[in-house]
T-cell receptor, first 114, second 114 residues
Framework: SQELEQSPQSLIVQEGKNLTINCTSSKTLYGLYWYKQKYGEGLIFLMMLQKGGEEKSHEKITAKLDEKKQQSSLHITASQPSHAGIYLC??????????????FGKGTKLSVIP | DSGVTQTPKHLITATGQRVTLRCSPRSGDLSVYWYQQSLDQGLQFLIQYYNGEERAKGNILERFSAQQFPDLHSELNLSSLELGDSALYFCASNPFPEGPYEQYFGPGTRLTVT
């Protein structure tokens, strides 16, 4: 079964600083999803990446899927307190077409100090 | 707001009891997914329904069952509850039976078993 490892597990940054969260898969990634979760609340969809080398941005958050499609990174530029939360990467549980469920990493807890 | 609703928001019950969690997917979505989130296991896929039929099964215990009704809402039934069943239960929805496609998560039901 596919496993996703996120690093770091937690991160504390000063407001205005840049940061990167990594997600490494034990298998080739066919669909990689980034979600944000406020403590005890639902997951908010951020971005989905499919193709090797693909890069997507939304406001100050950029996600990239590496060429070999086994690692993704999430980069936040000029962090703000509103970026605080738990970032989760998820991947299709099966390879290729016909996959249904998502397998998630354990999450990275981000704190932004004003 | 993802458009996915879950009730109740909180549930406190005793060991050995049975509870039902309810999920209404986004308008037009035919797939419903159930996930369990606990501190030690993280976010884990339980089961998926598509248009009333079971589509995929994950780490769902035999004491748990689910169904999707003709109006597409879904219920997750948890019986013979144990302390270890205390967790956040999320449902998610999307239009398709398979990926890759993002899933939209509800706010969750927090279950506490005492």
């Amino acid at each position: 079964s596919q496993e996703l490892e996120q690093s770091p597990q937690s991160l504390i940054v000063q407001e205005g600083k840049n940061l990167t969260i990594n997600c490494t898969s034990s298998k080739t990634l066919y669909g990689l999803y980034w979600y944000k979760q406020k403590y005890g609340e639902g997951l908010i969809f951020l971005m989905m990446l499919q193709k090797g080398g693909e890069e997507k941005s939304h406001e100050k958050i950029t996600a990239k899927l590496d060429e070999k499609k086994q690692q993704s990174s999430l980069h936040i530029t000029a962090s703000q307190p509103s970026h605080a939360g738990i970032y989760l990467c998820g991947a299709d549980g099966n390879s290729g077409a016909g996959s249904y469920q998502l397998t998630f990493g354990k999450g990275t807890k981000l704190s932004v100090i004003p | 707001d993802s458009g996915v609703t879950q009730t109740p928001k909180h549930l406190i019950t005793a060991t050995g009891q049975r509870v039902t969690l309810r999920c209404s997917p986004r308008s037009g979505d035919l797939s419903v997914y159930w996930y369990q989130q606990s501190l030690d296991q993280g976010l884990q896929f339980l089961i998926q329904y598509y248009n009333g039929e079971e589509r995929a099964k994950g780490n769902i215990l035999e004491r748990f069952s689910a169904q999707q009704f003709p109006d597409l809402h879904s219920e997750l039934n948890l019986s013979s509850l144990e302390l270890g069943d205390s967790a956040l239960y999320f449902c998610a929805s999307n239009p398709f039976p398979e990926g890759p496609y993002e899933q939209y998560f509800g706010p969750g039901t927090r279950l506490t078993v005492t």
